[in-house]
């Protein structure tokens, strides 16, 4: 495929991997998927589950009064708790380091900067594809729930899915942000990387142990994983509290074209 | 009253308390060929870079075709077909898939320019650029940069990995770029290309100007190393007062000397013996900056 600009060139560089990525998730979900027949009648591993500390269950991202043996139970413990949320971000801030630090790193950003293109709209360009990959992959790992639901006889309302689906996608995009904005303020791949997974496991505990201890209470509104996830969305529904990190998202990429914008390239 | 090409006006870049470049004023004419010579580490690429506008003066402006490198970075970009010095290309396309990538953002290039300028220099453009060796990988950087047959050409290091035939052809690139009325700005830190091109040049140093001379004066200045074997030795003093020779060094039928400039009467000189060998070496840059301008070299280092 010929790339003509500079967002189908990020779809070109990254279409490969992403669908790799959408097959190791699809297949994650679908062998998570396989187990429930065999354990939604077992009630000795739903006491178990009882019987372990509170802290431990905030830790995977869940509730303490989940139900194992029901789909949604199930399907909040095995996916949507820790695993999913934590591929989703992997690869957005995978995409987002890269987008302006890959070429940064490899020398090609001289190249590309020297043409009749606006920093800022590279920076805009090579993210909104990296988005809508993203989206793609979201897409791709639902309509492979929606599957397994049907077959492993989940009886996960589709609309549930879908919602539980936008807030795993919403908490990657803002993620993946971070990573973008720290590239775009300096040269610092690396840095982009660490500051991004910090900011993302913080996040998270912030937003699960809110649930067992009242120190950091205060502080869970600042946790885009309390707007994505902190409803259920795979038990109630939609909130609309899912716009905040997707909020977040376009304000980092804002700031990040700004300051992109401002400052020397490196060699 | 007719534009120039470029100018700085006492452009400066600053690395924290590295100097880059420091209060650079040049002018470069319209339709002409300018080289920029000087030591690596001059700041030639510095100069260049911000010409792009891919790094940000500390002090003073640029202006390319009376646009402001900073204010109207994309209009002058527009204009400018540019070389990196250090050129990294996208490894996984290939040749004719990275110069279609680039063309597009140019809003088009006429694939008639692409080919042409590939058979010219014998590219294949269906290869990978990884497979490509680095001379192969810079004939890509130069078809990139005259494909839209730019009124501005920015090279910097351009002949660096080219092999001499490629580089004959691209002395005749430049002229046709010139030919057509393109301004061409070329970095270089061999003295004898800049001579081959260009119609004058800038002799840069630790990041000040030292000197603008025209092409006439540049080849006054080349310093050439010879070392000439003749079939019995030979008396200094024979050769030692030729105009233009200098430090001649006589061991047996050895002399080695320096030739500056016009090396016509020192061949004529040579021609009063029997000479069994000669071989001539360019001097680097450095050279011929501490034996024309030691006086500005110091107050620049």
């Known amino acids: ?267 | 009253m007719v534009t120039a090409g470029m100018t700085t006006e006492g452009l400066t870049k600053h690395y924290g308390s590295a100097v880059g470049v420091e209060g650079l004023d040049l002018e470069v004419r319209r339709g002409e060929v300018f080289g920029f010579l000087g030591p690596n580490g001059a700041g030639k690429t510095t100069t260049i870079r911000l010409l792009l506008d891919l790094i940000r003066p500390t002090a003073g402006r640029a202006e390319v075709f009376g646009l402001d490198t900073r204010r109207d970075s994309v209009a002058v970009r527009r204009l400018v077909g540019y070389l990196p010095g250090d050129l990294h290309l996208y490894d996984e396309l290939t040749g004719e898939e990275l110069l279609g990538y680039l063309g597009a953002l140019r809003g088009g290039v006429p694939q008639a320019a692409v080919t042409r300028l590939a058979e010219q220099l014998d590219l294949d453009l269906s290869r990978p650029v990884r497979a490509l060796s680095k001379g192969n990988r810079q004939k890509l950087g130069l078809v990139q940069a005259f494909m839209h047959d730019p009124e501005v050409l920015v090279l910097d290091e351009p002949t660096s990995g080219l092999d001499p035939l490629v580089q004959l052809e691209f002395h005749a690139m430049v002229r046709a770029a010139r030919d057509r009325g393109a301004t061409v700005f070329l970095s270089s830190h061999v003295l004898s290309e800049v001579q081959e091109v260009a119609d004058r040049a800038a002799f840069v140093r630790a990041g000040r100007l030292v000197a603008v001379e025209d092409v006439e004066s540049l080849r006054r200045k080349a310093l050439r190393h010879v070392h000439v074997v003749f079939d019995r030795p030979v008396p200094a003093t024979a050769l030692a007062s030729v105009p233009g020779v200098r430090r001649v060094e006589v061991q047996g039928p050895r002399l080695r000397c320096l030739v500056e400039g016009d090396a016509d009467a020192f061949v004529k000189a040579l021609a009063q013996h029997h000479v069994v060998s000669i071989t001539s070496e360019e001097a680097d840059l450095e050279h011929v900056f501490l034996t024309h301008y030691r006086e500005a070299g110091h107050a620049a280092a």
């Open chain 1, 1 to 267: 495929m010929q790339p003509r600009s500079v967002a189908t060139k990020t779809v070109h560089d990254h279409g490969r991997g992403t669908m790799w990525w959408a097959l190791s998730v699809a297949a994650f979900v679908a062998m998570e998927s396989a187990i429930y027949p065999s354990i939604r009648h077992q009630a000795g591993f739903q006491d178990t589950w009882r019987q372990l500390p509170d802290a431990m269950k905030a830790l995977f991202g869940l509730g303490k009064e989940l139900d194992f043996t029901t789909g949604t139970g199930f399907l909040q413990a095995e996916v949507f708790g820790f695993m999913l949320p934590l591929a989703f971000i992997g690869y957005a801030i995978a995409l987002g380091g890269r987008a302006i630090g890959r070429e940064e790193d490899r020398g090609t950003l001289d190249l590309l900067l020297a043409y009749p293109v606006r920093r800022g709209r590279v920076v805009v360009q090579k993210h909104l594809a990296g988005v809508a990959m993203t989206v793609a992959l979201g897409v791709a790992v639902f309509v492979t729930l929606v599957v397994a639901d049907e077959l492993a006889d989940m009886r996960v309302p589709v609309a549930r899915l879908a919602s539980v689906m936008a807030g795993v996608v919403a908490v990657g995009l803002c993620f993946g942000a971070v990573a973008l904005v720290v590239t775009c303020i300096g040269p610092s791949r690396g840095v982009a990387y660490a500051a991004a997974s910090v900011a993302a496991l913080a996040a998270f505990l912030v937003n699960s142990l809110a649930s067992i201890t009242s120190v950091v209470r205060p502080v869970r509104p600042l946790s885009p994983f309390r707007w994505a996830l902190g409803d259920e969305p795979l038990r109630t529904g939609f909130h609309a509290g899912l716009l905040v990190p997707v909020a977040i998202a376009a304000v980092l990429l804002v700031v990040a074209a700004w300051a992109f914008e401002r400052r020397d390239i490196a060699t």
